[in-house]
Structure formats: structure tokens, C-alpha cells
């Protein structure tokens, strides 16, 4: 019988994967970081395997995160509490996004771009376009 990981261990290893991702390190760097595998890291992600108390602050050093960053926007299905009066399902569906490869690739390409200026510009083109596109994807006639 295969063992269901913990999903504390799933969730605090998704946040290492994206910590990881949105520095642009691979599970190679960051293995060597603290001395473990490749496939280490892979387990550690998936929540396959349980990280350790001085495993996680290790972590957090090398990631430049406080250690309680592996366990923010912990859904409550994971905490065994219920949503409280700001919680709703947009901050659900934002959090879900977040998480993404393409989001993650997204904001790290954004703040790749040295310029401010440039920066700023393309942050209001893409508002721009989220607007026009609206929920569907599809452009608006006369746009």
C-alpha cells in the first residue's frame, strides 16, 4: 500500500518549489545548497518526504525566506479550520494561480527587466490587456 503523504508536508513543499521557481534555481542548486540529491529535493517537493525542523531552516537560509514562509496561505482543508470572515474563494483561486510554472516564469521574466520605467510600462500593458480581454480570453469588439 502506498503511503498518502501528510498534506502539511505537501504544502510546505510546494512552497519550497515555489520559492525555488521564482528564483530561477533548479533542484540540482539547490540540493547541493544543503548537501542532498536532486531526487532528495524532488521527495521533499512533493511532501513524499517529511522536512526536518533544521532541514527547513537550511532551506530558508538558502532561499532568503523566514522559515514561516513555508507555511503561509495554508488552506484550511489542510489546517482543520474553517475560512474565517475575510476568507473567500477569489483569495482560493488567486492562491491556486499563484502557484503556477507560468506564473511563476511570468514574474520572474518580469523582474528581469532592469529598467523601471520599462518595467512599469509593461505592467500596465498587461493590465491593459487583462481588461480588454475579460474573463473569456476573448478580445472585445472595437478594441
Known amino acids: 500500500m502506498a503511503k498518502i503523504p501528510n498534506p502539511i508536508d505537501v504544502h510546505v513543499g510546494g512552497r519550497v518549489r515555489l520559492r525555488r521557481t521564482l528564483l530561477g534555481m ?3 542548486k539547490l540540493g547541493q545548497a544543503v548537501s542532498l540529491t536532486f531526487q532528495q529535493i524532488q521527495k521533499y517537493e512533493r511532501g513524499a518526504n517529511r522536512i526536518g525542523s533544521s532541514r527547513l531552516y537550511q532551506f530558508a537560509q538558502v532561499l532568503d525566506v523566514p522559515v514561516s514562509f513555508f507555511f503561509d496561505d495554508m488552506p484550511a482543508s489542510v489546517t482543520g479550520r474553517g ?44 493590465k491593459a490587456i487583462s481588461g480588454i480581454a475579460g474573463v473569456t480570453g476573448e478580445v472585445a469588439e472595437g478594441q
Open 83 to 126: 475560512p474565517g470572515l475575510s476568507e473567500d474563494s477569489v483569495e482560493k483561486f488567486e492562491q491556486d494561480q499563484f502557484v503556477r510554472r507560468e506564473t511563476l516564469e511570468l514574474v520572474r521574466a518580469y523582474y528581469k527587466i532592469t529598467d523601471p520605467l520599462v518595467r512599469k510600462r509593461v505592467f500596465e500593458l498587461t
Open 26 to 28: 533548479s533542484q540540482e
